[in-house]
């Protein structure tokens, strides 16, 4: 999120918000109450997300009062509050007509917004939202009043950590990363003093009499085992709005920037502008290449440090000059050697010979290892078990050797590439037996 940051003015309150891309139809978007602006680009999917959705809209992005970069000291506003707040947002954006994207308790926000200001908003999408707080007697899924100022009075307990992250989203508990640049965000959206007030309006919000108001067209997204915002909830929202289209969508994940994302991006593309793209193929057959410069420390210390930096930028201007002579793709470096695919695997391993001998004229001992298989593309990285697999076929070949899994000599079959079969071995990681073959020379 490069864009500046800019000031929306509503009395005597500063709304700070970006605007993403340039797409043709305007897109604001309310994040739930705790946010910070410098913090959406921190995390991949979150940084992914918003930019697809700039292939189709012109993305505003908010922090509300009393969080993040906008104004701290009047606290959290009220619903009406909310919404003038949001105005004074697309007045100063210049955005006349806007569709509304809620999430959780901002979908209280935009659903009023949206049956107040038809003439302002033009459509409105709800993700994981819900129209009450406490039980009713037509919202029985809803916790009880002493339910709900117990979870509070917990989460005002744990804001800021790591447990707290966990809450908002389960699958974490195995993403310690994720965990990590969750509490930065929370510490960095508002302090706990803050919280006790806030939640105090929050758990008081209802909006049921106001769903049956909206006219603007109404997309409700719900994923089905959302832990934190039960399903009901959504399907409340879609049978109460009038024409709403309802997507129920799997995964549990209650952030709408994790898990399928795309799926969540594409529905809303479709919502808005009647079609969607088709997605970019995110799992692919690919020839996967991991080299390794053999003994490096030990040849480090015989050049010592600036001629080993001279040599090593040598070795990376010869890997990528034969890359890109084969068609092959850097992926990333991986220690002292590289990580590359390629969609052909006879012109993966005639690359590797040829960088084979060309780091060896730089008097440096070199090993790698191939194998082929379906890759996940991951923006400019791949992921998956094949790519696992090529690496420890890597680890298995010794000084100047090329080894590659049994995949690849019947793919090859006919171009003249000649093999040795160097029998089975078990691959770090990797269940079962493996064959591997010497490529010749």
Request: net charge negative.
């Given at each position: 999120m490069a864009s500046p940051v800019h000031y929306a003015k509503n009395g005597d309150v500063h709304i700070a918000y970006r605007v993403l891309g340039a797409g043709p139809i305007d897109?604001?978007?309310?994040?739930?109450?705790?946010?910070?602006?410098?913090?959406?680009?921190?995390?991949?999917?979150?940084?992914?997300?918003?930019?697809?959705?700039?292939?189709?809209?012109?993305?505003?992005?908010?922090?509300?009062?009393?969080?993040?970069?906008?104004?701290?000291?009047?606290g959290i506003a009220t619903l009406e509050e909310g919404m003038d707040d949001m105005l004074a947002v697309l007045d100063d954006a210049g955005s006349e007509q806007t569709a509304l994207i809620g999430f959780n308790e901002s979908g209280s926000l935009c659903a009023l917004m949206a049956a107040t200001h038809p003439d302002r908003v033009s459509a409105l999408i709800l993700y994981g939202s819900y129209a009450a707080t406490v039980r009713q007697d037509d919202y029985p899924w809803a916790p009880t009043p002493e339910e709900r100022d117990a979870q509070i009075q917990f989460m005002i307990e744990v804001w800021g950590s790591e447990e707290f992250a966990f809450i908002l989203n389960p699958a974490s508990h195995s993403d310690p990363e994720f965990r990590e640049w969750a509490a930065k965000w929370e510490r960095n959206s508002v302090t706990r003093d803050a919280l006790p007030a806030a939640y105090n309006v929050l758990a008081r919000t209802d909006v049921r009499h106001v769903l049956p108001l909206i006219r603007v067209p109404t997309l409700v997204l719900h994923r089905k085992d959302d832990p934190l915002v039960i399903v009901d909830n959504g399907r409340y929202l879609a049978e109460k709005i009038p024409g709403a289209r309802y997507v129920e969508l799997d995964g549990d994940d209650?952030?709408?920037?994790?898990?399928?994302w795309q799926a969540i991006v594409?529905?809303?593309?479709?919502?808005?502008?009647?079609?969607?793209?088709?997605?970019?193929?995110?799992?692919v057959l690919a020839t996967i290449l991991f080299?390794?410069?053999?003994?490096?420390?030990?040849?480090?210390?015989?050049?010592?440090?600036?001629?080993?930096?001279?040599?090593?930028?040598?070795?990376?201007?010869?890997?990528?000059h034969e890359l890109e002579r084969s068609g092959g793709r850097?992926?990333?470096?991986v220690g002292d050697g590289v990580l590359a695919t390629f969609d052909g695997p006879a012109r993966a391993i005639r690359c590797a010979c040829r960088l084979r001998e060309r780091v060896q004229s730089l008097g440096l001992e070199w090993r790698a290892g191939l194998h082929t298989g379906e890759v996940e593309i991951r923006g400019d990285d791949v992921g998956g078990i094949a790519v696992h697999i090529g690496a420890r076929v890597a680890e298995?070949?010794?000084p100047g050797e090329l080894l590659v899994s049994s995949a690849?000599?019947?793919?090859?079959?006919?171009?003249?590439?000649?093999?040795?079969?160097?029998?089975?071995?078990?691959?770090?990681?990797?269940e079962g037996k493996w064959r591997l073959f010497r490529v010749i020379p």
């Open positions: 897109l604001l978007f309310v994040p739930i109450w705790t946010s910070n602006l410098d913090l959406y680009d921190a995390w991949a999917p979150v940084a992914q997300s918003l930019e697809a959705v700039t292939s189709f809209a012109r993305l505003i992005v908010v922090d509300r009062r009393g969080t993040g970069l906008s104004d701290r000291t009047h209650h952030i709408p920037f994790l898990g399928d594409d529905e809303m593309e479709e919502f808005l502008t009647g079609a969607r793209r088709p997605r970019e193929p995110n799992r080299t390794d410069i053999v003994g490096s420390t030990q040849k480090a210390t015989e050049l010592g440090d600036r001629r080993w930096k001279e040599t090593l930028d040598r070795h990376d201007d010869l890997v990528r850097l992926i990333k470096t298995r070949a010794g690849m000599p019947s793919l090859v079959a006919g171009s003249g590439i000649e093999f040795v079969d160097v029998g089975e071995t078990e691959l770090r990681g990797i």
